[in-house]
């Protein structure tokens, strides 16, 4: 008798997600449900990062007490990996891009962050805080390729890429300068700090594709399954690339 | 009478026709320049171009270099420096419209005529207006973006603003301010501190334009083709797009100091020359060390 109330109720609810189907949209973000969380490490031997030298550009290198790393593999104690974008690949409800603008800095001759996970269709804002002039030049493929100048002061430069993509970014002037938009289509992602660690929160029941990407070590996926308001602990290795 | 007469009147003829041919001559390379100057690809192809025709020319005149699949890897490319263009990605260098987005038609069909300076790329002028369009309509089908994208709309060129030694030095202090000098080098010789490591979006090496020995840019070689070229940048390149940072006619400034570094008789380099004659003490280097007066 139970059961038959509670199926009932799981059919009329259902029927009613049914019957408003694009006006409705479940608030995927602030509904409390599942989390994925865990670490990304790696095995073998990292290549050794080598440190930038910035004396072409004098107001830059000032700003750095101790010569800046390059940050294209980013490790912490313990074989972590920093800069690894964990997002929902596949089994999440498709979510509309947030109203808040996502920012990419450049300070010191250097982005910030070194890789900037993002929304398609979400407003991005390059900003510059140096004292010298910055040329923003991300080399997409499948979303257009442009490249514009940012002198000191000039307003941020405003865009809005529709398709997801990683999308290398670089400045011609200072060619040490390297980072990545990681356009997703979802809202779930999260960069892990250098302690590798990651957490992907609010997921409702259901089955989900969870992707690593790191941009010297590639990806790896992982399917994972949510019940309910449990944490689901997955961890990725992703196998180092020496060069 | 007869005869005489006639080998008099076709003599006549021929003559009267020799001088209006040579008249007309006359009148295209003299009166007959487009109001933006010699060379300027003005005349608008109106021709309807044909892919499946386009097809068969692109064999014909294209595929050598730009390759059968339009990915800039035909047969030639492993011996081309700069590499030829990827129709693949639809990422155009010579453009009137802003950087990320297509280039207009006459935008391409412009590069067909004029060919690129310093690369292997010739001029196609004698093709007909018919076969130029031909060709655009099969490159476009080398990828989506000509059908999911609409092409981009020209920036506004303003009236061309009166060359003086003011304008000049306008011009100067922005290739100072807009850091030119870092690639382009102090005094345009492509010698800048950033120019050795220049590579392109496909990480192969490119030098920035030296305008000590050019008379060509890449994409014209009037006042308005420069204009451009830095207004919209050459997307795929390291030359990005100053059209956030410079407004209207003080892109003038910079055309007209531009000029002066090129090794050409310029109304621009005669004044400057004129100007330099007694006030060079008061100019201060470009470069590192704020360059202005």
């Known amino acids: 008798m139970q059961m038959k109330i509670v199926a009932g109720v799981v059919a ?55 010569p800046v790393m390059n940050e294209s593999v980013v490790t ?7 800069d690894v974008v964990v997002y929902i690949s596949a089994g999440a409800a498709p979510s509309t891009p947030p109203g808040t603008a996502a920012t990419f800095e450049q300070k010191g001759c250097q982005y910030l962050p070194h890789v900037l996970a993002l929304e398609a269709g979400q407003k991005l804002e390059v900003k510059n805080d140096d004292q010298t002039s ?60 250098a302690d590798g660690s990651y957490s992907l929160s609010g997921l409702p029941p259901g089955k989900y594709t969870v992707t ?32 | 009478m007869n005869r005489v007469a006639r080998q008099i009147i076709s003599f006549a003829a021929f003559g009267a026709a020799s001088m209006i041919l040579v008249g007309s001559l006359h009148a295209q390379t003299i009166h007959g320049l487009p109001p933006e100057g010699r060379g300027a690809d003005v005349k608008p192809n109106k021709s309807v171009g044909r892919a499946s025709e386009g097809k068969v020319e692109y064999k014909r005149f294209c595929a050598g270099c730009h390759g059968d699949r339009g990915d800039g890897l035909g047969e030639n490319t492993q011996w081309i420096d700069p590499k030829p263009r990827d129709f693949t990605q639809a990422t155009f260098k010579c453009r009137s419209t802003p950087s990320g987005t297509l ?36 490159i476009k089908t080398f990828s989506p ?50 120019a050795s490591g220049l590579t392109d979006s496909k990480d192969q090496p490119i030098h920035p334009y030296d305008f000590t020995t050019g008379t060509r840019f890449k994409c014209g070689t009037t006042n308005a083709d420069l204009y451009r070229i830095f207004m919209t940048g050459l997307d795929g390149t390291p030359m990005a797009s100053f ?13 007209h100091y531009l000029r002066t570094l090129q090794p050409l008789r310029t109304p621009e380099s005669e004044l400057w020359k004129t100007w330099l004659a007694t006030h060079a003490n008061e100019l201060k280097p470009i470069g590192p060390e704020s360059g202005g007066r």
């Open chain 2, 103 to 138: 280039p207009t038609d006459q935008d391409v069909i412009n590069t067909i005529r004029r060919g690129i300076v310093n690369s292997n790329m010739p001029q196609w002028r004698p093709l007909p207006d018919q076969t130029q369009a031909d060709l655009l309509a099969y």
């Open chain 1, 76 to 82: 912490g104690a313990g074989n972590t990996l920093g």
């Open chain 1, 134 to 193: 910055h040329n923003i030049h991300p080399m997409s493929k499948l979303n257009p390729e442009w490249n514009k100048s940012q002198p000191p002061g000039a307003p941020p430069i405003e865009v809005v890429y529709s398709k997801p993509e990683f999308i290398p970014v670089k400045c011609n002037v200072h060619p040490w300068m390297h980072g990545y938009f990681a356009v997703l289509n979802t809202s779930h992602s999260a960069v892990t700090p």
């Open chain 1, 212 to 243: 690593a990407w790191q941009e010297r070590f590639g990806t790896q996926s992982q399917e994972v399954t949510i019940t309910g308001n449990e944490t689901a602990k997955l961890d990725f290795v992703l196998k180092a690339t020496e060069y």
């Open chain 2, 243 to 255: 059209a956030d940072n410079i407004k209207g006619t003080q892109g003038w400034d910079l055309v």
């Open chain 1, 12 to 66: 009329c609810a259902l029927a009613t997600m049914a019957l408003k189907p694009a006006t409705h949209k479940p608030a995927v973000n602030r509904v409390a449900g599942g989390t994925v969380a865990g670490k990304v490490t790696f095995t073998g031997t990292a290549p050794r990062m080598k440190p930038i030298d910035m004396a072409k550009e004098p107001s830059c290198a000032k700003q750095h007490a101790t």
């Open chain 2, 145 to 194: 973006r000509w059908t999911t994208e609409k092409q981009g709309t020209p920036i506004e060129i303003p009236p061309e603003t009166p060359v003086t030694t003011e304008s000049i030095l306008a011009g100067r202090a922005m290739f100072q301010k807009f850091e030119c000098w870092k690639c382009h080098g102090t005094e345009g010789r492509a010698d800048g501190p950033s």
